[in-house]
């Protein structure tokens, strides 16, 4: 089932793109500068929401070959107070979800969700990078400064954006990876315990 968010990310990608291109065919045929500001600001708008949709579909599709041992997924008792101090727990779930279906407890194991989680992570770092790669773009335009200053404006909005769900995803990781240990824990315990009875009537 398609989440409503997917829709319109999808639905905004092809209507940013549609303007970007009329409005360089319209550039081309008369070089204004308000031509030129709209046509910078809708590609650059259209390249932030299809990069996007290519990362998400890469990682999608490669996720059981990546690993996440690495010390940068750890997160330490220190940045979870932080996430405290914002109060993640309050305002999170008021975010969209691109893949809600990802992190359903009910079609998947926490070991999935887990990983889910990193692969969420591990996305919206890269599109805070893909964001950035942006600003050569300004370049190849024929006013570099003002180029530059929409590509660096709409980069920082977006690795924004992205900050706030990078926060969102390793605070609820943390918690599920805690909930998933104190579950092994308990069932370990358990296991033992029972052995240690049966072992009695012999």
């Given at each position: 089932m398609k989440s409503k968010t997917k829709t319109v990310i999808l639905a905004m990608a092809a209507v940013f793109t549609i303007?970007?291109?009329?409005?360089?065919?319209?550039?081309?045929i008369e070089k204004s500068s308000l031509r030129s500001t709209l046509a910078?600001?809708?590609?650059?708008?259209?390249?932030?929401?299809?990069?996007?949709?290519m990362i998400k579909n890469l990682l999608e599709h490669n996720k059981d070959s990546l690993s996440f041992k690495g010390g940068w997924f750890r997160v330490s008792p220190t940045e979870m107070k932080f996430y405290e101090l914002i109060?993640?727990?309050?305002?999170?779930?008021?975010?969209p979800t691109y893949t809600p279906d990802d992190f359903n407890i009910h079609k998947h194991s926490l070991e999935e969700?887990?990983?889910?989680m990193y692969v969420a992570e591990v996305g919206h770092e890269l599109m805070i990078v893909a964001g950035y790669i942006s600003l050569l773009f300004s370049f190849f335009t024929g006013d570099r400064e003002g180029s530059f200053r929409i590509f660096l404006i709409t980069a920082s909005c977006a690795a924004l954006v992205e900050l706030i769900f990078v926060i969102v995803q390793r605070y609820?990781?943390?918690?599920?990876?805690l909930?998933?240990?104190?579950?092994?824990n308990k069932r370990n315990f358990n296991e033992v315990s029972a052995y240690a009875s049966f072992g009695k009537h012999f």
């Amino acid at each position: 089932m398609k989440s409503k968010t997917k829709t319109v990310i999808l639905a905004m990608a092809a209507v940013f793109t549609i303007l970007a291109i009329i409005f360089i065919f319209l550039y081309q045929i008369e070089k204004s500068s308000l031509r030129s500001t709209l046509a910078v600001t809708f590609c650059t708008t259209a390249y932030h929401f299809n990069i996007r949709l290519m990362i998400k579909n890469l990682l999608e599709h490669n996720k059981d070959s990546l690993s996440f041992k690495g010390g940068w997924f750890r997160v330490s008792p220190t940045e979870m107070k932080f996430y405290e101090l914002i109060k993640v727990k309050k305002w999170k779930g008021k975010l969209p979800t691109y893949t809600p279906d990802d992190f359903n407890i009910h079609k998947h194991s926490l070991e999935e969700i887990l990983q889910n989680m990193y692969v969420a992570e591990v996305g919206h770092e890269l599109m805070i990078v893909a964001g950035y790669i942006s600003l050569l773009f300004s370049f190849f335009t024929g006013d570099r400064e003002g180029s530059f200053r929409i590509f660096l404006i709409t980069a920082s909005c977006a690795a924004l954006v992205e900050l706030i769900f990078v926060i969102v995803q390793r605070y609820n990781r943390q918690r599920m990876f805690l909930a998933l240990q104190k579950w092994k824990n308990k069932r370990n315990f358990n296991e033992v315990s029972a052995y240690a009875s049966f072992g009695k009537h012999f």
